[in-house]
């Protein structure tokens, strides 16, 4: 079984910072693109940053310039290193591994995390 933990939430002022982190860990054989997401509470759940195996990432355009995202492929983790906050990048994030087997025959999987609270407030 494949889990995905994150942390590095909390409060931070408006115009701070803060580094998330997700781990994967169990029967891994090849991880594809990884993300971040984001739900606020009535909302749906959308797209923050993705990085595929390669690298190349791709971000949402309410936090472009702001935030970046990174991975660290031999430890399977994923980082997003998040600046200047404002009070709407309030929600629970959300991390996701996508196309995640366990062995070269195994069947791609998708899984997401249990969430981190970030709250940006004076």
């Known amino acids: 079984q494949v889990q995905l933990v994150e942390s590095g939430g909390g409060l931070v002022q408006p115009g701070g910072s803060l580094r998330l982190s997700c781990a994967a860990s169990?029967?891994?054989?090849?991880?594809?693109?990884m993300g971040w997401y984001r739900q606020d509470p009535g909302k749906e759940r959308e797209l923050v940053a993705l990085?595929?195996?390669?690298?190349?990432?791709n971000y949402a355009d309410a936090v472009k310039g702001r935030f970046t995202i990174s991975r660290d492929n031999a430890k399977k983790m994923v980082y997003l290193q998040m600046n200047s906050l404002k009070p709407e990048d309030t929600a629970v994030y959300y991390c996701?591994?996508?196309?995640?087997?366990?062995?070269?025959?195994?069947?791609?999987?998708?899984?997401w995390g249990q969430g981190t609270q970030v709250t940006v407030s004076s």
């Open positions: 996701k591994a996508e196309r995640v087997r366990s062995s070269s025959w195994g069947h791609p999987t998708t899984y």
């Open positions: 169990g029967s891994i054989f090849e991880v594809g693109a």
């Open positions: 990085i595929t195996s390669d690298g190349v990432t």
